[in-house]
């Protein structure tokens, strides 16, 4: 069986701040790994993904994930949050023969001024 | 092309009414899903579609029914609903692993 947690279901953090959201998982084959964001009254956007090579991936607004397979961890990470960054958070995976895509129970981002 | 699009953005339907949500997409994927998110949780999935044959059904009950008239497009038929149902209906597609959602419908079962 496959599972996803993330260990914090709610993140609070000033502006400017640095944060990590907690993401770990099991399988026991390889897997896939994503980072969705949820904004408020808006549907998922794939804000990252680990599919193989570099274990560490990059999104366009600055927030990066490493792969670490002795860890079983995702964790998301940004140096410097803005407002703008409030949302809910999703880690998944998905299994290297496919299947469905497991979701975590997602991480809220509280951005304050 | 690079979205996926669903309409309508919300809807108000009574227990008795039918009624259908729509999505499309035209990056080619082969793949399409339909979830179903509650408040604060992460999405469920309902059914999925490959190469436009229902592939997975989880068991959803019948007063939800998936179709899939082309490549392009993916309905989700609505009747006799339950107040329960309430939700934000997602579409996804898919390729390389990866899937791409849609805004969702905004669902109300009064």
């Known amino acids: 069986a496959q599972s996803v947690t993330q260990l914090d279901s709610q993140v609070p953090v000033f502006e400017e701040a640095p944060v990590e959201l907690r993401c770990n998982y099991s399988?026991?084959?390889?897997?896939?790994l994503f980072w969705y964001v949820q904004y408020p009254n808006q549907g998922l956007q794939l804000l990252l993904k680990?599919?193989?090579?570099?274990?560490l991936v990059e999104s366009i607004n600055g927030f990066e994930a490493e792969f670490n397979k002795s860890q079983t961890s995702f964790h998301l990470r940004k140096p410097s949050v803005h407002i703008s960054d409030t949302a809910e958070y999703f880690c998944?995976?998905?299994?290297?023969?496919?299947?469905?895509?497991?979701f975590g129970q997602g991480t809220e981002l509280s951005v304050k001024p | 092309d690079t979205e996926v699009t669903q309409t309508p953005k919300h809807l108000v339907m009574g227990m008795t009414n039918k009624k259908s949500l729509k999505c499309e997409q035209h990056?080619?994927?082969?793949?399409m899903y339909w979830y179903k998110q509650k408040a604060k949780k992460p999405p469920e999935l309902m059914f999925v579609?490959?190469?436009?044959?229902?592939?997975i059904n989880e068991s959803v009950p019948s007063r939800f029914s998936p179709e899939c008239p082309n490549s392009s497009l993916l309905n989700l038929h609505l009747h006799a609903l339950q107040p329960e149902d309430s939700a934000l209906y997602l579409c996804?597609?898919?390729?390389?692993?990866?899937?791409?959602f849609g805004p969702g419908t905004r669902l109300t079962v009064l």
């Open positions: 996804a597609s898919s390729q390389d692993r990866r899937e791409f």
């Open positions: 399988s026991s084959v390889s897997v896939y």
């Open positions: 680990y599919l193989s090579g570099s274990t």
């Open positions: 998944a995976l998905k299994g290297n023969q496919g299947g469905k895509l497991i």
């Open positions: 990056m080619g994927h082969r793949a």
């Open positions: 579609y490959s190469y436009e044959k229902l592939s």
